[in-house]
């Protein structure tokens, strides 16, 4: 992981910078990935959190970016009609 490290936090932060949640929550998070990745002391418990982190952002990041991209692809009536629709019920 730490070879494609950098290419997989701009991945993410790109994701979640396009759908607006880059927060943050998620800045903190993929400092703390970075810090532990470049860390000479690493401890087995740890490496299983931050992979797991790594894992939550990761699939967060797509399903944000999933719904921003299904969002787009639907008329902007249909958008403030789901809105309103929700609101109601």
């Known amino acids: ?11 993410i932060k790109l994701k979640l910078i396009k759908t607006n949640y880059y927060n943050s929550f998620y800045i903190k998070a ?6 532990y990745i470049h860390s000479k ?7 299983k959190v931050i992979w797991l ?6 699939e967060e990041s797509n399903a944000f970016l999933l719904q921003f991209e299904a969002e787009s692809c639907l008329p902007t009536e249909f958008n403030l009609l789901s809105m309103i629709a929700s609101e109601i019920f």
Do not use: F, G, T
């Not at 993929?30 to 810090?35: D, G, R, V």
């Not at 982190?53 to 990761?58: L, P, S, V």
């Open 1 to 11: 992981m730490k070879d494609e490290w950098v290419v997989k936090k701009n991945l």
């Open 30 to 35: 993929l400092k703390a990935i970075e810090a």
């Open 41 to 47: 002391d690493k401890k087995k418990e740890e490496s």
């Open 53 to 58: 982190r790594y894992r939550i952002i990761d």
